[in-house]
Every structure is written in C-alpha cells, then in structure tokens.
C-alpha cells in the first residue's frame, strides 16, 4: 500500500449540528490528498441532515430514523465506505490537518499493527489530556485512558502498544475488518472499541498509540449547552426529564457491556471474582447512580443554567 491509497472517515452523528460542522470543516481542512467521509446520522430530528447534504456536498451520507448506536451506525459508515483503512471519529471533534498523514503512514509502514490512535485533548482546555492510550486492568476488572486530565507538560509520552484505542479516533486496516469482523453491535455504546482492539489482538495485530496531539474533543462541559439552552429554558421540565432518562441509559449501558466485555475475555477464578464483584458491588453502585447520583448532577446543572 502506498501513502496515497484511500481513506475513509466514518462519523456518526446524534447531535449538535455545531459541532458537526467544526468536525467536517476541520477533516477537509486535512492536508491529506485522498478522502472519502462517510456521516451515519443516527435518528436526528434537528434537520442536520439537510444542512449538511446542503453545505457539504462531497459527504457520502446514511440516513437512521432512530438512534441504532454506536456500533451498528459506524458499522453502517464501514459498509458503505470503500477505503483501504478507517478511520472512525466523533462528531464533537477537531483534528490537526496532518493528523491523517501521521496516522496513515504509521499504520501502513507495518503489517503487524492492525489499529492505531493518537493523544487527544479536551476541547475547552486544549492542553489537558482526554486520552494517551487506553488500558485494561484485568485485575481490577476495569478499563480506562492513561494520561487523562494531566497537562501535557506533565505527561512523559512516548509511542507504544496499548490495551485498545477510544473509538473517538480510531484508525483501522479494512483487511483487519475482514479477518475479525465489524464493530459487535451487542454493546450499542461503550466497550465495543475495547472489545475490536481485543479481537484484533487475538487476530494476530498490534494496537498502537501515537503521541503525536491532533485531536480535540468536546465532554460533558457542554452538557449544560446542549440539554439546558434558550429552547430548554422554555420547557425546563421536560428537559431534566429527558436528561435524567438519557442518564440512566448511560449508566446501564456501562453496567450491562462491563459484564459482557470482562465475562468474555476472563476465565476460570478471574470469572468468578469478577462475577460475584458485579453482584455485590457494580449493582449497589449503579443503584446509588440512578438514585442519588444522577439526580444530584441534574439539579446542579439545571441551577447553572437557568
């Protein structure tokens, strides 16, 4: 493969039509020649879709009338697009011009490497890292981003292999897809990039961190933007209802795909242990979220913002 060949950018959008199109001008902004982007709008009811096939003609676009996931929409990108390596990145994103570049060519200088990623930062504090590499700790059934929340100064960085890279901004070989399939759809959301890395692993690939910065994402600061607006302060019930909702959701989600992530690769007394830690500890915690947790956040956030 050459460092021209074909790459496709898979973007799932849910919502946040802003964000949307800082993401799409920053892509096209790249100063890699050769690019196709694939944008999977996944249930969206705020006329996105329109305004995109309008201001961004050259985008390939899917068409979801509800929300399939995570995992199936990018599945669905994957499937439509046609380049040699893929590239997956969140719609709430900004990428350096030679993020691509970087990436591309450090992929494809080996057969062996199937998935790669770079640092990401926070966008409202673009020094401060979101992600340097994810790891997995076996022992403390957990998984998690090494270098989060440290200042880049502070953070000794090198390239190196990792556990998995976030599907934020992740780069794979189509031939890996091949070899080990698609995204697995039973989690939705959460750990489905863990469970792929892992596969690819098992598939004989290495998983790769790159140091090099060239990814700025939004979080949950813009929570209170996005849910608690001019719109939300006319129908402020209804949106700490659905806020709470959408909470829940998330919670039980990372429940539920913990349990399948770390009940399929543990075995024997590692199994066990894990099990019996997401009876008696993972579900007290996940009721104490939803009880009091969750509507303590809420409130705080509804008293910012109105």
């Given at each position: ?133 994810g790891i997995v700790d076996w022992k403390k059934h ?156 809420i409130l705080n956030l509804t008293s910012k913002n109105?």
């Amino acid at each position: 493969m050459k460092n021209n060949i074909k790459i496709s950018i898979i973007i799932v959008h849910f919502f946040g039509i802003d964000y949307l199109i800082d993401c799409l001008n920053s892509v096209f902004k790249s100063d890699y020649p050769n690019l196709e982007v694939v944008v999977v709008f996944n249930g969206n009811k705020d006329g996105s879709y329109e305004i995109i096939k309008q201001k961004f003609s050259q985008v390939i676009t899917v068409l979801n009338k509800k929300n399939l996931g995570f995992a199936k929409a990018n599945n669905q990108g994957i499937k439509t697009s046609s380049g040699e390596l893929i590239f997956l990145l969140n719609d709430d994103t900004t990428i350096h011009p030679e993020l691509i570049s970087v990436l591309s060519e450090k992929l494809i200088s080996l057969d062996k490497i199937g998935i790669i990623g770079p640092k990401i930062y926070y966008m409202n504090e673009p020094s401060k890292i979101w992600f340097a590499g994810g790891i997995v700790d076996w022992k403390k059934h957990d998984s998690y981003h090494a270098g989060r929340n440290i200042e880049d100064r502070d953070w000794k960085d090198a390239e190196k292999e990792v556990d998995f890279i976030t599907g934020c901004a992740l780069m794979i070989k189509r031939e890996a897809i091949d070899k080990i399939g698609l995204l697995d759809e039973i989690f939705f959301a959460f750990y489905e990039d863990a469970d792929w890395c892992l596969r690819a692993k098992r598939g004989g690939y290495k998983i790769v961190y790159v140091p090099f910065g060239g990814v700025w994402h939004h979080k949950s600061a813009t929570a209170g933007k996005i849910f608690f607006g001019e719109e939300g302060k006319k129908n402020i019930l209804w949106l700490v209802l659905t806020c709470f909702y959408r909470n829940i959701r998330k919670e039980f989600r990372g429940y539920k795909n913990k349990i399948i992530f770390f009940n399929r690769y543990l075995s024997g007394k590692n199994k066990i242990i894990f099990l019996l830690e997401s009876i008696f500890v993972a579900t007290p915690v996940l009721i104490w979220n939803i009880i009091c947790k969750i509507p303590k956040s809420i409130l705080n956030l509804t008293s910012k913002n109105t």
